[in-house]
């Protein structure tokens, strides 16, 4: 599958049929690798020029804004399918994958009747897809909280024995809990733990014998329990801090072991479910929004061809991939099929237009970018932008 197409439009001067016939046969002599189809606009309706000139100033900005949409659920697909360890087999619109649909468009009557204004069906389009949006960042940030509160439990079961959660490292019998006496966690460098067994019983007084045990090590530092009574408690934990060992305040409860446990395990189901409803959305959203916007891109190939070449409409509109090599190629094939007289004939058809309402607008406005002079187009050439005989501009799938 491409991940790259062109739609453009050619003026017609006789049949359309023609015109085609001759794309194809140009594309198949001299760069017979690339994909060409044609792209079925239906006969929209029209309008005023100035609706025509209004809309064409925000279509570009429409495009780039429905493109991010559709990238941004993509991506968060590829993110949860990896995650999930799914192997992704295409995304699909209704079923049929995204290049097929693109390149068997056939407009939507249902959804988006041809017989209203345009404005109002790129308004609506507009309005689908930024509702889409905004329930994907809603989704999203429920999802990411999950997440956040796993990772949060993780790094503390997980971390360094300095900050974390040590319940599922302790043992009931690992502590002695009585009227006398008390059991102490403490944290040793894994490079003092000879100096630790050396020193504990003499921190201070009434420390029980020979009852330091190592209960858990990792890489920096090591678990170890000591008994003594209660009324010392205090003071080794000072002594114990002056040489460098850190007492943990500790309090084992089956209780709250238990209930952290099963915090975790809903936590892990919340995760998993919300993980798949997510992806579940994203696919029919991904879809609901490709649709969407190559409807747009229907119109907006439709607005610009009428701005280009004049009334009555009469354009091919065609998609193409080619490769990277075959570019410069494949636009001096559209351009030989591009009359040259073609600009000439649009920029007269504005003038005509605006010179009949000049008492209103004075001076007439300067023309849309698509009508450039030969100096003009070489001098945007030489700037790096597209300037072509023809209307073209390009979906970028991923």
């Known amino acids: 599958m491409a991940s790259r197409y062109w739609v453009v439009s050619l003026p017609v001067h006789n049949s359309a049929s023609t015109l085609w016939n001759q794309l194809q046969d140009q594309i198949s002599k001299h760069s017979f690798d690339t994909p060409l189809y044609r ?31 559709s990238h941004k659920i993509r991506r968060q697909i590829e993110e949860l399918e990896r995650i999930s360890g799914v192997e992704s087999s295409g995304l699909t619109v209704d079923g049929v994958p995204v290049d097929s649909y693109l390149t068997r468009f056939v407009w939507d009557e249902a959804k988006y009747p041809t017989m209203s204004p345009l ?24 999802y990411n909280n999950i997440r956040s509160q796993l990772n949060a439990i993780n790094r503390k079961q997980t971390g360094s024995l300095a900050v974390r959660d040590l319940s599922n490292l302790v043992k009931p019998e690992d502590i002695i809990t009585s009227e006398h006496l008390t059991t102490l966690l403490a944290i040793v460098s894994k490079y003092s733990q000879k100096d630790w067994l050396a020193s504990y019983e003499t921190l201070t007084n009434y420390v029980v014998p020979r009852s330091s045990k190592k209960l858990y090590e990792d890489n920096e530092y090591a678990l170890y329990t000591v008994t003594l009574f209660n009324r010392v408690a205090d003071n080794f934990r000072t002594s114990a801090r002056e040489k460098g060992f850190q007492i943990r305040d500790f309090e084992y409860s089956p209780e ?5 446990k099963q915090e ?23 879809g609901e929004v490709f649709s969407s916007w190559m409807h747009f891109c229907a119109v907006r190939l439709f607005a610009e061809s009428i701005l280009r070449y004049g009334l009555p409409p009469s354009f091919l509109a065609c998609v193409l991939a080619p ?52 100096d003009d187009v070489g001098m945007a050439a030489l700037a790096g932008e597209d300037a072509h005989p023809y209307v073209s501009f390009t979906i970028n799938l991923v």
């Open 256 to 260: 709250t072991h238990e209930g952290r």
């Open 323 to 374: 490769s990277v090599k075959a570019e410069k190629k494949v636009r001096s094939i559209l351009e030989g099929l591009s009359d040259s007289t073609n600009r000439q004939v649009a920029y007269n058809f504005y003038i005509i237009v605006f010179g009949l309402k000049s008492v209103f607008l004075n001076p007439i406005p300067k023309p849309p970018s698509y009508w450039k002079s030969e």
């Open 264 to 286: 975790l395990d809903k936590l892990m189901r919340d995760q998993e479910s919300l993980r798949g409803s997510l992806l579940q959305w994203c696919y029919t959203s991904y």
């Open 119 to 142: 404005k109002e069906i790129v308004d609506g389009i507009h309005g689908q897809v930024a509702k889409i949006e905004d329930d994907l960042k809603v989704r999203v940030s429920e």
């Open 39 to 69: 792209f079925n606009i239906p006969n929209l309706r029209v309008g005023t020029l100035d609706s025509l000139l209004s809309l064409s100033d925000d279509l570009a900005k429409s495009n780039t804004f429905m493109e991010g949409v």
